[in-house]
């Protein structure tokens, strides 16, 4: 295949320049170009890494997600399991240890090498033991890893200390994308910006073309023919190809689309959903059926070891104003740490409740009373707290300034941390830096509650002494009987029993349950987010407007 016009990049940097709308509709539409039918697609950030254990980061995942087929598939709607590259479903043994996968022999990857059962092995064993000497991490989504063995050309086994019931579904997350032999071999610069053309996957599309940072081509493979049985077309993607752009100004995004420039934009704001469907334009919310959008509590900070504290806290915060001024209807208010949609939901909505009277009570009784500029003194100390900006979440930093004002009538000063994604990455890991962590994750699958709060895992209560031993030893436990259950009753009650206890404990408070919002042009048919509302693009065809 011929490669992509290079008048895509001019209408890339128009775009990335942050150019107004009007200035926009004067481009041909990159779509068009050369008879090609090339989707254009808008994101609000660029991707960092090409690693799969690291794209639930929103634009990594939107990339991986093409480049990469997966040993299963998962349906978006139902979130049933079906066979991809394996060609049926595996043989579990009873306690979810020993994992045996059929896979096709027929595959290929973008630079002619074979998919081979070895190299199916060699996948899973840096997934999910990682390589400390090239500084590729492991994948939060596979738990108690010991090995992978080739049986046959066609039949590996996957083998695990303990049980392991989640390994089934992450086998068909993009975090587990299939990569050829000679990138398995990178370090993690090479999976970085500048390297994408290094990244071969087997999946429908490949890299064409990169400009770090800004923009991104890639292109349909000719040959493509092994896509999930479960999904309707088969064989090569029906568009040409795709273009990735940063457009990190909304305007710009809206803009774009609403002039033909652009085919899909991606964290479109509510009060934008109405403005563009008056304009025709298509809005497409999915949740993330995982973790909703919370703040949790960093409990061993001094402030926040006083339960009481971290309950004025959750009795504090007008969650219902919050939506209604931010949000609209995508944006559903959340009833629990888990969406209603994720698997093993209980509803927590009782102890969420509004009631700033009973905040009040609660900081008097811990001892904190108001100083001579508003904010609560105890022993000298005013009562101040951190949060990060969850850069990565829709109007985290209206969310937490709206949050900041409603404590402060609380007299509690919250204080925003300002800085970009690397800045607010690091210092989310020093309590001393965020107390209070505005965050959520993205998983269809159980062991997802872990990944969020497990020490080994994302952490993001902090529950770990200078040693990485937890401070909330039960609450671990806890976490790690979901990781470790063989059956699937059994994991949705390990999974209520841990909703259940933080929310006993006062631990988070959930906001909403957070979709991906896209703004999809008339022209775009067949767009449908993957499970947790990343982009796949593979069934997607694009129509000549009227």
């Not at 059962?117 to 999910?128: E, G, H, I, K, M």
């Not at 989640?166 to 090479?190: I, M, P, R, V, W």
Request: with cysteine.
């Amino acid at each position: 295949m011929k490669p992509l016009r290079k008048s895509l990049r001019l209408a890339a940097g128009l775009l990335a320049a942050g150019l107004t709308a009007g200035l926009l509709t004067g481009c041909t539409p990159a779509s068009e170009s050369d008879d090609q039918q090339i989707l254009t697609y808008l994101e609000p950030q660029f991707f960092r890494t090409l690693y799969p254990p690291a794209a639930g980061f929103y634009p990594n995942g939107g990339v991986v997600n093409q480049l990469t087929d997966r040993l299963l598939y998962q349906d978006p709607e139902t979130l049933e399991l079906s066979p991809w590259i394996a060609t049926e479903m595996p043989k579990v043994n009873a306690d979810a240890t020993e994992y045996t996968f059929t896979i096709r022999t027929d595959v290929t990857y973008s630079d002619g090498s074979k998919l081979t059962a070895q190299n199916v092995v060699d996948n899973f064993d840096l997934y999910a033991l990682g390589d400390k000497s090239r500084t590729l991490t492991t994948s939060e989504q596979i738990a108690n890893y010991e090995r992978g063995e080739v049986l046959a050309p066609n039949k590996v086994k996957f083998y695990f200390s303990k049980p392991s019931p989640g390994f089934l579904q992450a086998t068909s997350s993009y975090n587990a994308g299939l990569l050829s032999d000679a990138t398995l071999a990178l370090d993690n610069e090479g999976f970085g910006p500048g390297n994408a053309v290094n990244i071969i996957g087997s999946g429908p599309f490949v890299v064409d073309s990169e400009e770090i940072g800004t923009d991104l081509v890639l292109k349909a493979r000719e040959d493509y023919d092994w896509a999930p049985p479960a999904v309707a077309h088969q064989g090569r993607a029906q568009i040409d190809g795709i273009h990735y752009v940063l457009a990190a100004e909304e305007s710009v995004r809206t803009g774009a689309i609403v002039s033909g420039q652009a085919d899909i934009a991606r964290q479109i704001s509510a009060p934008q959903e109405p403005l563009l469907k008056d304009k025709g334009i298509d809005i497409i919310s999915r949740g993330t059926n995982s973790m909703n959008n919370q703040l949790t509590f960093r409990f061993n900070h001094p402030i926040l070891q006083d339960k009481r504290v971290r309950e004025a806290l959750i009795h504090g915060i007008n969650r219902e104003e919050i939506l209604r001024v931010l949000f609209s209807e995508s944006y559903p208010l959340a009833t629990s740490s888990v969406a209603k949609t994720g698997l093993g939901y209980k509803d927590q909505s009782a102890a969420y409740t509004y009631d700033p009277e009973e905040s009040k009570r609660l900081l008097d009784a811990a001892g904190w009373t108001p100083g001579a500029d508003g904010i609560r003194v105890k022993d000298g100390q005013r009562l101040v707290l951190r949060s990060n900006t969850a850069l990565p979440q829709p109007r985290s930093k209206e969310v937490m300034t709206m949050v900041q004002d409603q404590l402060r009538r609380l007299g509690i000063e919250l204080q925003i941390n300002a800085g970009d994604q690397a800045t607010q990455n690091a210092d989310a890991k020093d309590i001393n830096k965020v107390q209070i962590y505005h965050t959520m994750v993205g998983r269809a699958d159980y062991d997802v509650i872990t990944s969020h709060y497990g020490i080994a895992s994302r952490d993001s209560f902090l529950n770990q002494d200078a040693d990485g031993n937890p401070i909330d030893a039960h609450l671990q436990e806890l976490l790690d009987a979901v990781t470790s259950t063989p059956d699937e009753p059994g994991r949705r009650a390990a999974v209520e029993v841990v909703q259940d206890y933080v929310t006993q404990q006062a631990y988070t408070l959930p906001l909403f349950e957070e979709p991906v919002v896209y703004a999809v042009s008339s022209r775009v048919k067949g767009f449908s987010p993957e499970s947790v509302a990343r982009p796949w693009f593979y069934q997607v065809t694009l129509e000549e407007e009227n």
